[in-house]
Nanobody
Framework: QVQVVESGGGLVQAGGSLRLSCAASGSIVSINVMGWYRQVPGNRRELVAAITSGGTTNYADSVKGRFTISRDSAKNAVYLQMNSLKPEDTAVYYC???????????????WGQGTQVTVYS
């Protein structure tokens, strides 16, 4: 009933930039928090940045000042502008959205399939 799809990953040299996009679709009543997480094999998935429906943002300390999260509520979309990328930013990036759907009581977290970001030095 709900799909969350990311795009925009790729290979970039250190110091470069990438922009990730994510859009949710389906029987959506409302979306509260949307966010980006990342995971390196063998490590836990970690929060990179999140944004509420009211526009409040939260960032991991490691990306503050380099990454910017934004949202287009009309499109059920969230974006992550990543600047000054470092090799340690290499990971699979996942989009997450806390969604209330038409047939459910309550809000559930939906995940995208992930997009690879590789930063080389």
């Amino acid at each position: 009933q709900v799909q969350v799809v990311e795009s925009g990953g790729g290979l970039v040299q250190a110091g470069g930039s990438l922009r990730l996009s994510c859009a949710a679709s389906g029987s959506i009543v409302s979306i509260n928090v949307m966010g980006w997480y990342r995971q390196v094999p063998g490590n836990r998935r970690e929060l990179v940045a999140a944004i509420t429906s009211g526009g409040t943002t939260n960032y991991a300390d490691s990306v503050k000042g380099r990454f910017t999260i934004s949202r287009d509520s009309a499109k059920n979309a969230v974006y992550l502008q990543m600047n000054s990328l470092k090799p340690e930013d290499t990971a699979v990036y996942y989009c997450a959205a806390d969604i209330t759907i038409a047939s459910a009581s309550g809000t559930f977290r939906y995940w995208g399939q992930g997009t690879q970001v590789t930063v080389y030095s």
